[in-house]
């Protein structure tokens, strides 16, 4: 199978392109997001207030990176588990997501949100973290430093790979759950 | 009466904290290559191959193979013939690992308060058992357990009459649901017999053994093969997405019980299950 190359931001004439089970390398800028940061996130949308970032054909990553060495852009940086993130996806999907990128499956609310707004959710591969982090050019905390390795960091990544999981038109490379 | 300083036993955390984290254990670096002969599927020989490179390069560059660094559970053997001194024996252990995750780069993944959740920045308190031995020496194993597998652990009281294929149907059950949320290959940890803690506490003790049907009786051991076996025709496969290989290894670790109960615990432990241990 050929590899497709791909650029953020990712807008949607380039996620009606993917189908699910592509494999794909991404070059551009994503956002860090996981757990803490979402309920931050979904605290602000609750109380009608505007996020302070731009999600629109953004990508974001479900990763909290280990600190980088001196000299290195970025640690050690898989995905996490992405189910967690289900119950305040729906809301930044609706926002304009472009993407998301993490392991494992999505609930079918989730789904069915990308399916609506063309959107796409990209795997990674769990557990490779030293060997994604040559593909980080640089990494820096934009949001909610005091989280930690939970904080918004944004990344430039070159030739990021990943694998469609769920496509814009609601294919998931997952069989479905019994 | 041997004395030790517990400076010796902090030293010694640090050391297996970050050995643990930048090399991966041989027998399971080993059981993902004969895996990638067994597989079939370019997708999983490509996944398992990935993971062995990701092995090679984290042991080079002293990055963490994984960047959920875990939650650290420390396994004392303590020789009832030495004598501590030079301060408290956790405090050393928790010094230890502080010392590793800030001089490893290492992920800080502890919250304070399981409501409150806030950063401890130390990776610290870690989980410490302490067992007394005989003899002058300490065993230490030191175990980084990350917590996308761990979620997947479960635990049944099964009835004291179940049968063997009781037991497979239940860690079949937890591994499907399990899916491909925390990272297969698994490696998993069963503790049969016990309390419903000490079941618990015996499925993560079990991951500290070399895999490869270990157990030291023999119809345990046949129970280990029966349920990888069980395990790898799931199809589940690397990363959930198919193949042969659900499970790198199936260990079992069991305690007598009570006459109403069977618990039988399961530590769902992802490819990159982390340990080393050394003997002062």
Redesign the interface.
């Known amino acids: 199978m050929s590899i497709i190359n791909i650029k953020t931001p990712l807008t949607v004439d380039i996620r009606k392109e993917l189908k699910a089970g592509d494999e794909v390398l991404l070059t551009g800028t994503i956002l860090t997001a996981r757990d803490a940061a979402h309920k931050r996130l979904r605290d602000i949308l609750k109380k009608g207030k505007p996020l302070p970032l731009n999600l629109k054909d953004a990508v974001i990553y479900y990763c909290g990176p280990t600190p980088a060495r001196p000299g290195r852009a970025i640690g050690s940086c898989g995905p996490t588990t992405s189910s967690r993130m289900d119950h305040f996806t729906t809301d930044l999907i609706e926002l304009g997501l472009g993407g998301m990128i993490g392991k494992g499956d999505r609930s079918d609310e989730v789904k069915a949100a990308i399916k609506k707004h063309k959107c796409v959710y990209f795997l990674a591969t769990g557990g490779i973290g030293a060997l994604l982090s040559t593909k980080v050019k640089s990494s820096k905390v934009i949001l909610y430093g005091d989280l930690g390795p939970e904080a918004i960091h944004k990344l430039e990544v070159k030739d990021f790979p990943l694998l469609v999981g769920i496509d814009s038109r609601g294919t998931d490379i997952y069989p479905p759950k019994h | 009466m041997r004395e030790m300083d517990v400076r010796k036993i902090r030293e010694a955390v640090t050391e297996l904290c970050l050995k643990a984290n930048f090399e991966l254990r041989r027998d399971i670096l080993k059981a993902l290559k004969t895996a990638l002969k067994r597989e079939t599927s370019p997708r999983a020989k490509n996944?398992l191959k990935?993971?062995i490179?990701?092995a090679a390069?984290?042991k080079k560059?002293?990055?963490?193979?994984?960047?959920?660094?875990g939650f650290v559970s420390v396994f004392i053997e303590l020789g009832s013939s030495v004598l501590l001194s030079g301060g408290d024996l956790a405090e050393a252990v928790n010094r230890g690992v502080e010392d590793a995750y800030r001089k490893g780069?290492?992920?800080?993944?502890i919250v304070n308060d399981p409501i409150l959740?806030k950063?401890t920045?130390t990776n610290t308190p870690s989980i410490i058992h302490i067992d007394i031995a005989q003899g002058d020496k300490v065993r230490i194993s030191v175990s980084p357990k990350g917590f996308?597998s761990e979620?997947k652990s479960a635990i049944k009281m099964l009835k004291p009459t179940a049968s063997e294929r009781d037991i497979i149907d239940f860690v079949l059950e937890v591994v499907?649901l399990a899916?491909?949320?925390?990272?297969p290959p698994y490696i998993l940890g069963i503790g049969i017999g016990g309390t419903f803690d000490y079941a618990a506490h015996l499925s993560k003790r079990a991951l500290l053994r070399p895999i490869g049907f270990s157990n030291r009786k023999r119809h345990f051991r046949r129970l280990e093969k029966d349920i990888l076996k069980a395990v790898n025709s799931l199809g589940i496969g690397p990363?959930?997405?198919g193949g042969k290989t659900t499970a790198l290894g199936v260990n079992v670790e069991e305690f007598p019980t009570h006459i109403a109960g069977l618990p039988v615990a399961v530590t769902v432990s992802?490819?990159?299950t982390r340990s080393a241990e050394k003997t002062l």
Request: net charge positive.
């Open positions: 996944l990935a993971l490179e990701n390069l984290a560059k002293r990055i963490a193979i994984c960047q959920d660094t780069y290492l992920r800080k993944s959740r950063n920045n996308g979620n499907k899916g491909p949320d925390g990272c990363m959930g997405l992802c490819h990159a």
